[in-house]
């Protein structure tokens, strides 16, 4: 694959992240109140309406300084990591879809003071679609770095 190709593809798949995450979260924010609950799959899944200050699972809170320079500072080294790994196989997906979840969630940040979250599942804070995003664009980026490790070693 060429090395642009995969900054495009890593750049699209943000966008895409972008796009379905801030869409989803529009429809939480103007459909329901803030504390609003509603059961999607009985005890196993509902829709909850928060505003989070904060980073993962509301830690630091309050603190939007620090949480612009923990983010900010995470997608410079993602960035830094992209571009010094375009032709490792793959590397655009996971690179993709954390970039578009950081930034859907900077949105939210820049827009109103605060991330919308919304999924909410038992004994788990709520949460997003962007930070699913994160959460498979990093496990995803785990297995790309293992699998390229092998095939350099092989």
Known sequence: MGRW???????????????????????VRGGMSVGERRDVIGGVLRLLHVENDGVAFGRLGGSGVIVGLVVAVAVIGLLAFLFTHLDTPLVWLPSGLILGGALGNVIDRVHAGAVTDFIKVPRWPAFNLADVAITVG?????????RDARRRAA
Do not use: G, H, S, W
């Open 5 to 27: 190709r995969a900054v495009v593809l890593a750049a699209v798949t943000m966008l895409a992240v972008v796009a379905v995450d801030q869409a989803f979260k529009a429809l």
């Open 138 to 146: 990093v496990v995803l980026l785990l297995i790309v770095i293992e």
